[in-house]
């Protein structure tokens, strides 16, 4: 090999200069675009949390409408709460039922839970009756109305006669 000059030794300089600016740049630019699109997406995510933010006033008449829920506990505290908050509704109806009655639960089980029935039988106005439906989802041991049946009076038809089983969910 030969030795090089001066000249050949600050072309070869200037040229990994050159290359070494060239990935720098080709880098950078990649960078770029990679960073235009994470803005992108973080002001799509600041757009949508916008939409939903909403003000303490409409929340708290959506949270109203929303049922509560209770976590079940133990079968006996789970019953004796259900039918106090069944009791409580029956009265803010108006409503004088006949005594609640727990059925067997038998071996039901519901994602690890018992499902624990409650049955009663209740004679008012249909009215009383539909202000008491209209109030239901307001108990938080609540999991659904298992069987209904509903018999009026013909010489009285707004008084009704109504046979119901709810249901609740026990540990």
């Known amino acids: 090999m030969q030795k090089l000059s001066n000249k050949d030794i600050k072309t ?54 929303v049922p509560v829920f209770e976590m079940p506990q133990a ?15 029956f009265k803010q109806a108006r409503i004088n039922n006949k005594p609640l009655r727990v059925l067997s639960t038998g071996k039901t089980r519901l994602g690890g839970h018992k499902l624990v029935r409650v049955e009663c039988s209740v004679e008012c106005q249909f009215t009383q009756f539909m202000d008491f439906l209209a109030g239901l989802n307001e108990n938080p041991y609540l999991v659904g109305v298992e069987e209904m049946r509903i018999r009026c009076d013909k010489k009285k038809p707004q008084n009704v006669d109504v046979d119901m089983t709810f249901s609740t969910l026990s540990k």
């Open 12 to 65: 070869l300089k200037m040229g990994a200069i050159g290359v070494g600016l060239v990935l720098v740049l080709f880098l950078g630019m990649k960078w770029l675009e990679h960073w235009k699109d994470v803005r992108g997406q973080i002001a799509e995510i600041k757009t949508k949390l916008k939409a939903i933010d909403i003000e303490k006033s409409r929340q708290a008449g959506l949270m109203s409408i």
């Open 75 to 89: 079968e006996e505290q789970q019953t004796f709460a259900f039918r106090n908050k069944l009791r409580d509704q």
